[in-house]
């Protein structure tokens, strides 16, 4: 990758985490909330991420003749595969419990990770970042990864 790949990467996986941020603080507000003493500030890497794989995705999904509700469903598998990754890393190596849609506050470690409600919010997401690429004009991922 060239160095103004790299920086459109970066920009873009910046975007993608504050952007999602956004949406957690706007949805969620008090109960996951950094601004309301939450803590959902680790989240930036896991919406950075899953931003960036539909971006990446969405160009060759589209070519193939996915239609929609097929793209939503690979968002969502995908989306929330990226999320119990993060889960997992949270809970792991961070030795925190940012959530736990299972409500047993992380007691037990695989548990409450990914729920099919946010497995849905994953995949309308998805539809909406493959919209925002396609009106920036960005129909190809940044790199092809030749």
Do not use: Q
């Not at 929330?80 to 809970?91: L, N, Q, V």
């Not at 997401?125 to 004009?137: H, T």
Request: glycine share 12%; with cysteine.
């Amino acid at each position: 990758m060239t160095t103004e790949e790299v920086k459109a990467l970066a920009k873009k996986a910046a975007v993608y985490g504050v952007g999602g941020w956004m949406l957690e603080n706007t949805f969620f507000g008090p109960h996951y909330s950094a601004i309301f003493g939450g803590v959902a500030v680790p989240l930036l890497p896991v919406y950075a991420a899953g931003g960036l794989a539909v971006g990446a995705a969405a160009p060759k999904l589209k070519e193939a003749n996915v239609p929609w509700w097929g793209r939503a469903l690979a968002y969502a598998a995908g989306l929330s595969a990226i999320e119990y990754a993060g889960c997992r890393i949270d809970r792991d190596f961070l030795g925190d419990c940012a959530w736990d849609y299972a409500g047993n506050r992380c007691l037990e470690p695989a548990r409450g990770c990914v729920d099919m409600k946010h497995a849905l919010a994953w995949g309308a997401l998805g539809l909406l970042v493959e919209k925002l690429e396609a009106s920036a004009g960005e129909t190809r991922p940044i790199h092809d990864w030749k």
